[in-house]
């Protein structure tokens, strides 16, 4: 199976930066690093959870509008990882983030929470 652990949350001020990453476990791992998209959600109290980030096998990125240019999303097969760097950070992107990816069946992480303070 496959888990996925997300780290890197806490609290930082407006204009500040973080670092989040998802650790990507299980005897599937190796699979998904290697050949599954894999991406970052956020879901802020009382809305939906939207995209944030997401990367494809081949490396080809997109990112929602409200964060594009302000957001990095990156991998590294060799530590089985994906990793999110947040520059410019709003109070907006306050919300608990999540680690996504699908192969076969949908897998998500249990989340971190992100919180810009003003």
């Known amino acids: 199976q496959v888990q996925l652990v997300e780290s890197g949350g806490g609290s930082v001020q407006a204009g500040g930066s973080l670092r989040l990453s998802c650790a990507v476990t299980?005897?599937?791992?190796?699979?998904?690093?290697?050949?599954?998209?894999i991406g970052w959600y956020r879901q802020a109290p009382g809305k939906e959870r939207e995209l944030v980030a997401r990367?494809?096998?081949?490396?080809?990125?997109d990112y929602g509008d409200s964060v594009q240019g302000r957001f990095t999303i990156s991998r590294d097969n060799t530590k089985n990882t994906v990793s999110l760097q947040m520059n410019s950070l709003k109070p907006t992107d306050t919300a608990v983030y999540y680690c996504?990816?699908?192969?076969?069946?949908?897998?998500w992480g249990k989340g971190t929470l992100v919180t810009v303070s003003s």
């Open positions: 996504f990816t699908r192969w076969i069946e949908d897998y």
């Open positions: 299980g005897n599937m791992a190796e699979t998904i690093i290697k050949f599954a998209n």
């Open positions: 990367i494809a096998a081949g490396g080809t990125t």
